[in-house]
Every structure is written in structure tokens, then in C-alpha cells.
């Protein structure tokens, strides 16, 4: 069964921190893995995507990695700030033929305190 | 460009309501799509557009749930008779048919409340 799962499923750090979140993927035959972040009360919006053929792939203090062998992906935040607190959501699309569905995971919800 | 434009944005009915969204897609973007977000769930795609015509409606729960799409600038989700587990933000996206990496941009939503 296609799925995506993350982790934590919440996290609270304190600004100026980093984190890392993480995202397991058994989407077969894979496509791409796009990280989303999602502020309270907005729609989510695009942060990085990765290829097949890619392994580490950085969007200012963002930095996403892939290991396409073991299907996990990870979100690196550098020197967290108040607005990075959002929740962050992996995707990953199918590329089997005419189906190019998107498979969502649940998000982690990541907490920046002063 | 304004981005993906929803109304209203947040909605509060009873139990039996019809319920409109409304959405206006990126001009220029060939592509459509309604989702349902709750905690439990995450996001779950209702159905798309391609063109305005709708080529995958299987996330429709029920025939309570239709969408449509008159033309390139406009669409609408209807829920009728409404009901409480129906709760729910609700987010309009789009994105260009060269878009073939898949990113959708996303409208702010509607946050619906069924009493």
C-alpha cells in the first residue's frame, strides 16, 4: 500500500535550534518527494522537491535530504526562528504511467519558542 | 498574480445546510483541485479538473459532495444536505499543465463548521 509517514508528529524547540523531521515513504514506482510547510491558518506551500537521482537539495536555512534505497527523506532547519513554526508536510508523487497521484503524509507540527 | 482565491473563509452553518466554496484558480493554470484537510486525516484530494472537465471525482465521499467547474476561472463545492463530520478546512489548488513535478499551489481555504 502506497503511504507516507513522518515524524515526530509535534516538536517544540527553542529559536536559534535545529531540527530535523523525518519522512518514510513506501510509494513505489516513485516519481518525486516534495516537503510543503503549512502556517496556521494558510494553505501549504512548497519548500524543496527531490528527485530520483538527487540526495540533498538546500532552500536558504531549509535543507531536504533523499536516500531513494531506503525511501526516507529528512527536512534539516538551521538556526531555527519564531517563523519557522508551521506545520511541515512531505508528499510523494507516483509515477506509474497515467497515475501521477500524490501520496500525503500527515505533517509534523514543529513549535519555535523564544 | 493574486495566487489561488477561496471564499468564504471560513464558514459556519447547522446540521441539513447547503454549503457553496468557491474558488478562482491561478490564471493560466490548466489544472484544479479540491481537498479536505482535518487532523485525523491530513489532506484527502475530493477531486480534480483538467480543463475544466473532472477526471477523478473517487474522493467525493458522498453524492452529498459535488464540484464544478463552469470555466477556466471558476469552481465551486457544493455539500447538500450538510452534516456535522463534514467539519473540515477545505482547499482549492492549481497548478500549470508544464507543472509536471506536481507542485499545486494553494488557495488560503475555507474553514467549514457544521453545528
Known amino acids: 500500500k502506497n503511504q507516507v509517514e513522518q515524524s515526530p508528529q509535534s516538536l517544540i524547540i527553542l529559536e536559534g535550534k535545529n531540527c530535523t523531521l523525518q519522512?518514510?515513504?513506501?510509494?513505489?514506482?516513485?516519481?518525486?518527494l516534495r516537503w510543503y510547510k503549512q502556517d496556521t491558518g494558510r494553505g501549504p506551500v512548497s519548500l524543496t522537491i527531490m528527485t530520483f537521482s538527487e540526495n540533498t537539495k538546500s532552500n536558504g536555512r531549509y535543507t531536504a535530504t533523499l536516500d531513494a534505497d531506503t525511501k526516507q527523506s529528512s527536512l534539516h532547519i538551521t538556526a531555527s526562528q519564531l517563523s519557522d513554526s508551521a506545520s511541515y508536510i512531505c508528499?510523494?508523487?507516483?509515477?506509474?504511467?497515467?497515475?501521477?497521484?500524490?501520496?500525503w503524509g500527515l505533517g509534523t507540527s514543529l513549535g519555535v519558542n523564544p | 498574480d493574486a495566487g489561488v482565491i477561496q471564499s468564504p473563509r471560513h464558514e459556519v452553518t447547522e446540521m441539513g445546510q447547503e454549503v457553496t466554496l468557491r474558488c478562482k484558480p491561478i490564471?493560466?493554470?490548466?489544472?484544479l483541485f479540491w481537498y479536505r484537510q482535518t487532523m485525523m486525516r491530513g489532506l484527502e484530494l475530493l477531486i480534480y479538473?483538467?480543463?475544466?472537465?473532472?477526471?477523478?471525482d473517487s474522493g467525493m465521499p458522498e453524492d452529498r459532495f459535488s464540484a464544478k467547474m463552469p470555466n477556466a476561472s471558476f469552481s465551486t463545492l457544493k455539500i447538500q444536505p450538510s452534516e456535522p463530520r463534514d467539519s473540515a478546512v477545505y482547499f482549492c489548488a492549481s497548478r500549470p499543465v508544464t507543472g509536471e513535478s506536481g507542485e499545486l499551489f494553494f488557495g488560503e481555504g475555507s474553514r467549514l463548521t457544521v453545528l
Open positions: 490564471s493560466g493554470h490548466d489544472y
Open positions: 508528499v510523494v508523487r507516483l509515477n506509474a504511467g497515467n497515475n501521477r497521484k500524490l501520496i
Open positions: 519522512c518514510n515513504y513506501t510509494v513505489s514506482p516513485f516519481s518525486n
Open positions: 479538473f483538467n480543463n475544466n472537465v473532472p477526471i477523478d
